[in-house]
């Protein structure tokens, strides 16, 4: 049974920190992309970041300098570094693994909130 369990969601101050990880069980094959999305209200889903097996990155502009997005592949565990966070990154973020083309998971979800 595949499981995504996300973490690390909270409240926090803008230009402060949080790190989420998303820790994948259950798989039967090698894990290809990991990454996060996340959603704000009323606005569409945005893919935030991804990262390959072999390490490749990929960040949507607007967090690019501030959020670091990692994998261990030996736990099946991605994270991502939330530094300088702003009111607009307020959303809750979702992770994903693919394990291969057609076969992507999801986790529950996890809030976080930047707010004074």
């Known amino acids: 049974q595949v499981q995504l369990v996300e973490s690390g969601g909270g409240l926090v101050q803008p230009g402060g920190s949080l790190r989420l990880s998303c820790a994948a069980s259950?798989?039967?094959?090698?894990?290809?992309?990991m990454g996060w999305y996340r959603q704000a209200p009323g606005k569409a889903r945005e893919l935030v970041a991804s990262?390959?097996?072999?390490?490749?990155?990929n960040y949507v502009d607007s967090v690019k300098g501030r959020f670091t997005i990692s994998r261990d592949n030996a736990k099946n565990t991605e994270y991502l570094l939330m530094g300088n966070l702003k009111p607009e990154d307020t959303a809750i973020y979702y992770c994903?693994?693919?394990?291969?083309?057609?076969?992507?998971?999801w986790g529950q979800g996890t809030q976080v909130t930047v707010s004074s």
């Open positions: 994903y693994v693919q394990r291969n083309v057609v076969s992507t998971y």
């Open positions: 990262i390959t097996r072999g390490g490749s990155t």
């Open positions: 259950g798989m039967s094959f090698p894990i290809n992309t």
